[in-house]
């Protein structure tokens, strides 16, 4: 890193921003994440939909508040005609609720005789010990249901405010850059808009590589479940493709949603080990061929770094924070590159591990008393 692109302020000054800032983002993160969440959301899809907003300007000679109004208008269609498609074929995997019930309890006994013969455990104790984990887990159970409901109502909300902070953000994204460039002396402008410029760059890099990652899941699933002959592959495979985005959970989530949609036909022990397979082959394909050519290309974060502030970011904004999390620290990796006293945490939070290190020492001529 070149020293004379770096922001450089006095010490007193850099311990003094670190400490409060550390400080600042932490509280404002815990106590303010149900608001800020919403917004982070609309800032990286304000940033997605920039170039769409910058061709109706310049090509098309629309005004500012209609293309903004375009790009978002068509980012919710899309948004919406995905979900039509989806309670569509969802209401057809309900029209088959029955079978499936069938099946799972038929597969249930098959588990049962297993046990039974394999590991001498009669049918009334196994009875006995579904309906102790039964009764335990009813209270949870409403517990969770409870708290269900408030954050289906709570991702509602989201999902009706985050257009409109997506909006503002377009509409008044001049007058946000032109109030970072008063924060700093003019012979910082030049410094910020490179910071500005990689940050736009990262996150549309990144959003539009999740996109092409979530198509690509999506269509190698489809085709393998439609070979072992799953009634509702194409669904499925979309449903795994867009929970695929969610780190680590929501593979899990598909996966299992998979099985019980396979039990639509005969509850064969093969046709459910086959599922497995096509999910494990295609994570196989999706984490060693996608995701380092399509993501960590984009966005120079270590694993180390992602899987902590994924972990973080799930603790303080569940779904939406795991989600937020790689974009974010992309954001700070920019951010600290370009500010003196924070490149050392730039570095730490890169990829770019050196092959050896050695370390290197001024002589020194006095003695030790």
């Known amino acids: 890193m070149n020293m004379e692109n770096t922001i450089k302020f006095p010490f007193y000054i850099r311990l003094s921003f670190m400490v409060i800032s550390l400080i600042g983002i932490t509280y404002i993160l815990y106590m303010g994440n149900s608001i800020l969440i919403p917004i982070l959301m609309a800032f990286l899809l304000a940033v997605l939909l920039l170039p769409i907003v910058h061709f ?15 790009a978002v208008l068509l980012f919710v269609s899309m948004i919406i005609g995905i979900f039509v498609f989806l309670s569509y074929e969802i209401s057809d995997i309900a029209d088959d609720f029955a079978a499936i019930r069938k099946n799972i309890d038929l597969f249930i006994v098959d ?10 455990v009669s049918l009334r104790e196994q009875r006995k010990y579904i309906e ?23 991702t509602m909300l989201d999902l009706t405010l985050i257009p409109i902070y997506t909006f503002l953000i377009l509409l008044y ?6 109030f970072l460039a008063k924060l ?17 760059g990262s ?22 479940l439609y070979f072992i002959g799953i009634k509702y592959a194409i669904l499925l495979g979309v449903i795994t493709g867009i929970l695929n985005l969610v780190p680590y959970v929501g593979i899990l989530v598909a996966g299992v949603l998979t099985i019980f949609a396979s039990l639509t036909g005969t509850p064969e022990l093969s046709m459910i080990l086959g599922v497995i397979i096509v999910n494990i082959l295609v994570q196989i394909i999706d984490n060693n061929i996608l995701v380092p050519l399509i993501i960590n290309t ?10 902590v502030g994924i972990i973080i970011g799930g603790q303080l904004g569940g779904i939406a924070g795991m989600f937020l999390a790689i974009p974010l620290l992309a954001i700070l990796k920019i951010v600290f590159d370009r500010i003196e006293s924070a490149e050392p945490w730039g570095y730490l939070m890169g990829d770019n591990m050196p092959k050896a290190f050695v370390w290197r020492f001024k002589k020194n001529t006095s003695k030790l008393n």
């Open 56 to 70: 109706l300007n310049s090509k098309l000679r629309f005004p500012n508040v209609l293309s903004s109004s375009i």
């Open 111 to 120: 588990i049962q005789q297993y046990i039974k013969a394999n590991f001498h």
């Open 132 to 154: 102790d984990v039964t009764e335990d887990s009813v209270q949870k159970g409403k517990e969770t249901i409870g708290t269900a409901i408030i954050s289906v109502t709570d």
């Open 173 to 178: 994204r001049t007058h946000f850059i032109l």
């Open 184 to 200: 700093f002396k003019k012979e910082y402008h030049a410094n910020l808009k490179e910071i500005l410029t990689q940050i736009k």
């Open 203 to 224: 996150v549309q890099s990144y959003i539009l590589g999740l996109i092409f990652e979530m198509i690509v899941v999506s269509t190698l699933t489809s085709v393998g």
């Open 298 to 307: 984009k966005v120079q974060i270590n694993a180390l770094v992602s899987i």
